[in-house]
T-cell receptor, first 119, second 109 residues
Framework: GAVVSQHPSWVICKSGTSVKIECRSL??????MFWYRQFPKQSLMLMAT?????????EQGVEKDKFLINHASLTLSTLTVTSAHPEDSSFYIC???????????????FGPGTRLTVL | QQPVQSPQAVILREGEDAVINCSSS?????VHWYRQKHGEAPVFLMI?????EQKGHDKISASFNEKKQQSSLYLTASQLSYSGTYFC??????????FGAGTRLTVKP
């Protein structure tokens, strides 16, 4: 299957700082990337969908000025949590969808996730 | 709209079977099933497309009834490695997926 990487795996930061998380599709071109957030013992909640070269589409209730998403190339999307606060602490997971060899139609390939802790 | 999964949790002995259900109030195009271990990202199990698909791999299979807008995941002769939280995720034709709340499966020796 296709491989999606995320960097960093975890990050601890102070309240008020900004954190950038990278999501890369390593062996295929991801026309669409998705960002999810998962709080402990809860399901994945879709935050935004981004297509390469265009602005991200945010889900209702997700502040686009706080969670900046950039999908500059077919293999890279970034999520920047601006002015992070303790309530932003969560597990952030990206996924990528595109023309991946061997992938099922419309399959999303998930990255390993980034655990953000804001002190 | 988030799909509804049931049961919320299930505990099995090794070798027992389990069924996890997923339903939606919206017309569905595809159903995806994932398993997530604690602290890890979800791992793709299978996708079923509209058209009444049934699929299986090893001892895990799934069905998709688009008329009833529901899907079921069948785990046969469960193994310890099956433990985890199972999520269904649904699409209604677009690219975005909506995840269910998850079913926590525990397999004991």
């Amino acid at each position: 299957g296709a491989v999606v990487s995320q960097h960093p795996s975890w990050v601890i930061c102070k309240s008020g700082t900004s954190v950038k998380i990278e999501c890369r599709s390593l062996d295929f071109q991801a026309t669409t990337m998705f960002w999810y957030r998962q709080f402990p013992k809860q399901s994945l909640m879709l935050m935004a969908t981004s297509n390469e070269g265009s602005k991200a589409t945010y889900e209702q209730g997700v502040e686009k000025d706080k969670f900046l998403i950039n999908h500059a190339s077919l293999t890279l999307s970034t999520l920047t949590v601006t002015s992070a606060h303790p309530e932003d602490s969560s597990f952030y997971i990206c996924s990528a969808s595109g023309l991946a060899g061997g992938g099922a139609y419309n399959e999303q390939f998930f990255g390993p996730g980034t655990r953000l802790t804001v002190l | 709209q988030q799909p509804v999964q049931s049961p919320q949790a299930v505990i099995l002995r090794e070798g027992e079977d389990a069924v996890i259900n997923c339903s939606s109030s919206k017309a569905l195009y595809s159903v995806h099933w994932y398993r997530q271990k604690h602290g890890e990202a979800p791992v793709f199990l299978m996708i079923l497309l509209k058209g009444g698909e049934q699929k299986g791999h090893d001892k895990i299979s799934a069905s998709f009834n688009e008329k009833k807008q529901q899907s079921s995941l069948y785990l046969t002769a469960s193994q310890l490695s099956y433990s985890g939280t199972y999520f269904c995720a649904l699409t209604s034709g677009g690219n975005d997926m909506r995840f269910g709340a998850g079913t926590r499966l525990t397999v004991k020796p």
